[in-house]
């Protein structure tokens, strides 16, 4: 039942602007399609939306007589009370969206919400509510809304507007979102009588090959799913052989609603960003489930923002999933040698097309539909796991190590970079608990209120002395520098790098972190870390962990051991990203049985 909502809710919902352009009447027709339970939706847009946006449904209908009322401003069958706000379940909730298009643009409303194949429509001229008129035509169950001439009567809003082709593309761009966040439901859109854009209804990764193709799909990893108090993470990210230049491909579904929550998507790219090369992003769907009443939707007008009670718990989930997927499965040779070059704004051809199947649901009371929403699952078929534990084999021009699984696949290993990875995890580790310890003991100082700072840092910071050298190392840094480093000085000794002021930007580096290979050529290296260290960035700490591990690992080059090469790969297989190397270089290669059968012919 559609009703207007009481005062006391109209005045609580966000306000503003609702329709901004052909995008944002996308984005609010879908979300009524899908709170319609419909299980196909299909969009056709004429230049770019601006002349018409049509977007057909198979959901349960609207009643005949309930056609006028959903087109008045605050009228809705998802909320009642101010009470509801607190959780809402459904994507639309404010009864706003219809009555907003209809004051910009004609729309024309056809519904059938019965399976005799009648269907009532209704046509309002733009920002004339009054001049609705009622037809009958024939229809399977489902809604048709139609709009056109967007803004035509308000020049100055259609001024604001870009052209045709951004407008569409921005309008793909929704679509796109919506079809990842929704793998189970049918996408069809048709830009200018072409058919641009459709998706089976079916899987994730199903869905993932027809926006992008075989190839990417092919290479989809799963990401979780994890829960926490936060709430649940699934969904899928491409291995990093496909990555893009933009974060375009992101998306974060968040219970089915695609949106834009600045910590999550940081969260993401602190996931990625190790891992990846500079300037490249990965393709990435996140769903995240929570409880509805740990979600307030109703901060943005256009519902492309969320707040979240557990954000920060959520976040770290992500982020944690988002490294440990990508940083865990070893490229593999027989995609490498399988593959075309993937691009990732590709469209696959689509098969055929479709009518939305007719169907026969009546609207769920509002108390049922809550919390309905679930994530859907990833795929039908195996997918690639996280490195197996290996068995050495030998060493291949003193560079990359042969190995084993159980399961007869041969993996090529970079001894440099694997070690690199494992010198690094133990760093950043050794860093963590250090900082802990000399928080608790500058804590415990501050309790007794006995003795000052200085000496807890003498207690603490003592026992991570790194190695003295027989002579400090001079080192000139700029002001700049030199002023970052200052305030790190107590933090560098955490790991065992000691500076100190030598007047002007000149330091004299006293002791270096004990890592295999410091002793080597400690001049160069104390110039290295001192300039690592003073680096005016957030990630500096990380860097220079890289660049201590770097250093320190085993050459290309290098002869090792059998025993040697095994305790390599067995401490590779114990760390969080045994995949990639500090640098986001990948660091190991994997041939399945499986390729060898093929290639041979077994
Ligand atoms: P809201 O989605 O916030 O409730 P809208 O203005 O988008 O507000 O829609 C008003 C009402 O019209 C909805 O509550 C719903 O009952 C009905 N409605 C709109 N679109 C559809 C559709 N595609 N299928 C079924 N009902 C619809
Ligand atoms: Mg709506």
Redesign the pocket.
Known sequence: ??APLPREVVERIAAGEVIERPASVVR??I???L??G?TSVRIELGEGGLRLIR?A?D????APE?LA???QPH?????RALADLDGIA????????????AAVATLE?V?A?GDDGLATGITLAAGDPTSAALSHTARAC??T?TVRDLFQTIPARRALLRGVRAEATRALAVIRSYALAHPAIRFTLVDDGRLTLRTPGTTLRETVAALFGADVARALLALGPLRDEGGAVSGAIAARSISVPTREQIVLAINGRPVTNRALLAAIEAGYRPLLRKGRHPLLIAHCTVAPDLLDVNVHPGKAEVLLRHEAALARTLRDAVYSTLGSVAQSADALAQSTRPTAAHFAPPIQLRLPAPRSRR?LPIAERRGRYSAPPLTDDALPSKLPALVALGQFDETLLLARTAHGDLYLVDQHRAHERILYEALVRQRATLAQTAARAVGALVDRDATTVEDAEDDSYGGAAGQMLLEPVLVELTPLQAQVLLARLSELATLGLECQPFGGSVFLVRALPQVPGAAQQPTAFARDLAVAAAEDSDDWAEHLCTSLACRSAIRRGQVLSLSEQQQLLTDLHQTDAPAVCPHGSPLALRYSHAFFARSFEW
């Open positions: 039942m559609i609010e027709l979300d009524n399609a709170d319609a419909a977007v449904d959901g349960w209908g609207i309930q009322l959903a087109c009228t809705t069958s998802k909320v459904t994507l639309g909730f404010r009864g706003e969206a219809l009555a907003s298009i409303l519904s919400s489902g809604t809304v609207g």
